[in-house]
């Protein structure tokens, strides 16, 4: 019996240490809060606003559907995004939230492979 419950307890032991705390997500948002919409600029192509610490929301505009992905490397967070030519005039805007780790220091983003600079980047509550 007490085998039994020792190994029981290596079990759930092990499964704490090895537990995966990640909050990390990214996804494409259907309805954008008032209060983001109200800080987007619509000529800026790549922006940046963050929410508090660990929550952000990129904005981008294009012209095609992009496919998004999110790759870590280090304390980096790296947004790929990979369009083809599009063929929508004008660009289609898009939203996307960001939820981020504590050690997450840097985000990047990658265009078709091109690291590219935020052409805006602000907080929630900041005054235009």
Partial sequence: MK???L???LIVLLAACTSDDSILSFSEV???PDNLNQLI???EP???IYEGEQTAYIIYQSAGDPLTDIEEQDDTLKIL???ADGSSIPAKQHVYKLTLDDHHEVIGVFIN???TAFDRVSTLG???
Avoid: A
Wanted: charge should be negative; hydrophobic fraction near 35%; avoid cysteine.
């Fill in 3 to 5: 085998t039994k419950l």
């Fill in 7 to 9: 190994l029981i307890m």
């Fill in 30 to 32: 259907e309805t954008v």
């Fill in 41 to 43: 600029d619509p000529h």
């Fill in 46 to 48: 790549l922006q940046l």
């Fill in 81 to 83: 995004i990979s369009e």
């Fill in 113 to 115: 492979g091109k690291s």
């Fill in 126 to 128: 900041e005054e235009n």
